[in-house]
């Protein structure tokens, strides 16, 4: 168990690696940082100066070592735009980032376990019919087109909940089902597929000869081992979710890291972006490392 | 049905009696009648073989006394009365007090009845903490002594330890340890030999009929084995495409049967004396949604006669508590 889990820790620590060089790589291409501070008219003294000043000037791998060390440390140099510490200014808009995603994630494993778990258990009823429809639905609307659905609908047409911004929770409803709704129709098919094959299994059977609950079967007995594959699905959804909040932050004007973001590369400032796909990423590598270890922990196959 | 056999039995009082039971599945084309019509009964410290090959309705029959159809299937009529108590008409929650507690059943495949996720000790406490509502130390006592019983080496120890950890003769002592943890009062054993090999399967089955002789659990073994039923039964009833055909006292059944479905199933047991080739029955068992008319097993019978195809036998008595549905009985 010890070796398995090094083993993955190394695995992260390479693909932290390769992410850091290809965004890198990445936000040299495309485009010239220092252009984008001085005007068009200014004399070229001035911007090989900005070039300097950026340190765009030195030779590409100085460059990379000293992104990277100074990042390793916390330090992800200064917004262009802002003026400001990244680290700063990033980890003023995270709590509204993770607040968003929580609300979203805690939506979606509501609907997605409760939906899955008895359209499994009472398949091929009116429920599992309206569940599997509410499926379709929900994985062939993209989100953004769900926002501002639901804007028109609950904002401007029935004037219930705000269309934007951030503030008391009523903000926070049609984002977060906005950005909840998605993953919700694939958690339910992997949680209604997992539980069917686990329901129709010896052990569940003899659960119920010993006069176990019917609550308890499903939840207890049968979850838990129909567990595996839903967890890693969640995990990945919640990973996926932080992503998914750049379009939706966008929607619904919500002060995080999505809408930052956006703004960093419609700037190009990209120190500021440099950091926040670096926190991107590390986020789903480190994500992915614990669903990992969870995984081994759940699995006593694995364990032993 | 006018030709519905009777339990031979029926009015006086047995421990658990099943009579006339039909269960009913939906299928794509029409209902499909797994059992149609069983009757049989088992008292108290002794032991009935239900015997038939897979499919003639056994398994479903057992789950049916536990009324643990799949939900595409329903018990469709009869009764299955337990101590006095009719469970076809319980509430959910009133037939689930009994179920394991009164009535409880041991797995066909030692290596999916135990729950992977949870360590043994959980599982074979279960049911105690259930009905019996023991908990903490008492129950792990309770736990550690049937672990012993069913000779589980160092039980203290590996009461902690989950299902794959151990090998699959210890699985299916486990599952009988807790089959017999609420000492029910009948405990159905589903083809509970079928995956151990043979001197595992013979210390098992000793350690049923020691379980038996301590606690008088009536034992409903489910098998397409007659050596089983040989071994371990004093009764036996056989089934046949969702009806039993014969049933008896073993000895009885063994020595004279009647019905040429028991006489094939016994000519396809090996014997030690001589070295004739084993027999199979050609054919395959009539498609429950469509049976034929008259006796279900005529169109594999090598007795058949037109009457046979026409009409279904009555459930009749051969000798003293011997019954078969055969226009013709005995051998050929």
Redesign the interface.
Known sequence: MGRFIAQRILHAIFAMFVITVVIFGTVRLSGDPARMMISDEAPHEQYLEMRRLLLLDRPIPEQYWRWVSQAAQGDFGTSLRYQIPVSELVSTRLPATLELAVAAYGFTLLLGLTIGVYSAA???SALDAGARLLAVMGQAAPNFWLGIMLVLVFAVWLNWLPSGGRGEWRHLVLPAITLGWGPVAGLMRITRSSMIEVLS?????????????ETSVLWK?AF??GALPILTFASLVFLGLIRGSVIVETVFFWPGIGLLVLEGVNNRDFQLVQAIILLFSSWVIFGNLLVDILYVY?N??IK? | MSEEPRSPNADSSHLLEVTDLHVEFQTKTGPSRAVDGVSFYVDEGESLGIVGESGCGKSVTAMGILRLIASTGRIASGSVRLDGEELTELSNSQMRAIRGKKISMIMQDPMTALNPTFTIGYQVGEAMKIHEGVRGKSLLGRVLQLLRLVNIPAAERRVRDYPDQFSGGMRQRIAGAIGISTTPQVLICDEPTTALDVTIQAQYLELLKEVQEQTGVALVFITHDMGIVARMCERVAVMYAGRVVESGTTREVFRNPAHPYTISLLRCLPRLEGVERLESIDGQPPDPREMPPGCRFAPRCPKAQQQCHEAYPEFAPVSSGHHASCFFPGGW
């Open positions: 009472f398949r091929g299994s010896d052990y569940v059977r003899l659960a119920r000869v010993k006069g176990v609950g007995h838990k081992n759940l006593p196959k032993h």
